[in-house]
């Protein structure tokens, strides 16, 4: 089963402009990550953000997380059509040894 | 770090035959998993090795299916009497021992199953 959502599903933007992906998930949660996935290809690691974190940055990326909304937000900023992929949230639950996924966001960035 | 490595990239077979995926995972790596992922989804959780004991199992991971580790090096995944239902991307990811350490995946093995 999945544990968190991605939203909005679909989302479609010019070069150039940002980008917000949001995450909600169930339950409490050690950590949670991004990963992006182009077309048929595996999934790539983006950031990590450990519950006690709010807010974290890696290049053009900035990732929230309000563990007391159970909810997460990537932000993409200054968008490039190699951005263009799936971006997946996952929740590394208390005590597991396994990541949950979401089901994605498809980003669509247009030159 | 040659990355993780999966064999084959796709896989086409009939069903009801057996197949068998290979994942070479990062080297220093001692946590292997396996996933599935279907059209549109993410990918499901199946199950995860520690070295060479696999720790956990899906419920997802029918009698069909079973996976190995034998030296805690390379994984073997297979599936016995394929179905219709079995067509999807079969992802192997690794990751160090550490707490808080992302997953470092491979490209996947895609199953079509005729």
């Known amino acids: 089963s999945q544990q968190g959502e991605e939203d909005p599903q679909a989302l479609s933007i010019q070069e150039g402009e940002n980008a917000t992906m949001n995450c909600s998930y169930k339950?409490?949660?050690?950590?949670l990550q991004w990963y992006r996935q182009n077309s048929g290809r595996g999934l790539v690691h983006l950031i990590l953000i450990r519950s006690n974190e709010r807010e974290k940055h890696s290049g053009r990326l900035r990732v929230t997380l309000d563990t007391s909304k159970k909810s997460s937000s990537l932000l993409i900023t200054a968008s490039r059509a190699a951005d263009t992929a799936s971006y997946f949230c996952a929740t590394d639950g208390e005590g597991y040894q396994k990541v949950t996924f979401g089901t994605g966001t498809k980003l669509q960035v247009i030159p | 770090d040659t990355g993780v490595s999966q064999n084959p990239r796709h896989k086409i077979t009939k069903r009801g035959q057996n197949v068998t995926f290979r994942c070479d995972p990062i080297?220093?790596?001692?946590?292997l998993y396996w996933y599935r992922q279907t059209l549109g989804q993410g990918p499901e959780f199946l199950t995860y090795?520690?070295?060479?004991?696999?720790?956990?199992k899906s419920r997802l991971l029918s009698d069909r299916f079973s996976a190995e580790r034998p030296k805690g090096s390379f994984s073997t995944l297979e599936i016995q009497r394929t179905e219709q239902g079995d067509s999807a991307m079969y992802l192997c990811a690794s990751s160090p021992g550490q707490a808080n350490q992302p997953q470092h995946f491979g490209d996947g093995t895609r199953l079509s199953i005729l």
């Open positions: 339950t409490s949660i050690n950590n």
């Open positions: 090795f520690q070295n060479e004991a696999q720790l956990e």
């Open positions: 080297s220093e790596h001692n946590r």
